[in-house]
């Protein structure tokens, strides 16, 4: 996100950039590279979302993202459904499906921590740059909500320890942005949505998934 006005995603804009690789017990891109989405288990919400993705071709075509924020994690996949990459992520500090609108234009400092959230919806990407030049995928460039690396933070908020924890309760630490380890968001994230188009779908942890997204893509979840 953007400093000034728009500074969600700026929260180091003035540090340097990256930090060692952490991961949770999750497969890292190597292990699930080019498995099949459609050929997942049907009890895995993240696959079968993906799943409804594919059927509806809501995502028309291009590299898309499932967030599933109960989990913390994220999976990219390719425009035809090959899994590329998963990975934990760090989201907003307070839980909840709904975006708070203008919290985009303010300083950091009256950000307060309900207004921290990481809304759930369909969200077409797009690669830019904050502020700082550093490289992000904007989801909403108005409300400065991005997909992002992870940063050098105050020492308190332990974001790489948060990443690496086995819970996912650990990972809500973010101003809305979703965050990334480094090295995946270098050798994963960059090279297909920091070059084209996409779309990040975050899946609800409060609402449904119709009210969410609507019923085309719902539609074509795998049945159990």
Known sequence: MLGGGKALCALAASLL??????????????????????????????QRFAHG?????????????????????????????RVLGAAPVLLGL???????????????????????TTPAGRFDTEPGRNTAGELVVWMDYAEGLALHRLRPAPARER?????????????????????????????????????????VYVLPETRTLEAVFGHEVVAGLAQD
Not at 161 to 189: E, H, T, W
């Open 159 to 199: 974001r790489a320890q948060r990443l690496a924890s086995a819970s996912p309760a650990d990972n809500r630490i973010s101003l809305g942005c979703v965050v990334v380890d480094a090295d995946f968001y270098v050798s994963v994230v960059q090279p297909v949505l920091g070059r084209q188009r996409g779309v």
């Open 17 to 46: 950039l990256g930090l060692p690789g952490l991961s949770r017990a999750l497969p890292t891109h190597d292990s699930i590279h080019h498995a099949p989405a459609r050929d997942a288990a049907a009890d895995d919400p993240v």
């Open 94 to 116: 307070q839980p909840g499906d709904h975006a708070v609108r203008g919290v985009g234009s303010k300083p950091l400092s009256a950000i307060r921590p309900e207004e921290r």
């Open 53 to 81: 993705v594919l059927e509806s071709n809501d995502h028309r075509g291009r590299p898309f993202v499932v967030v599933d924020k109960k989990q913390a994690r994220m999976v990219l996949y390719a425009g035809d459904g």
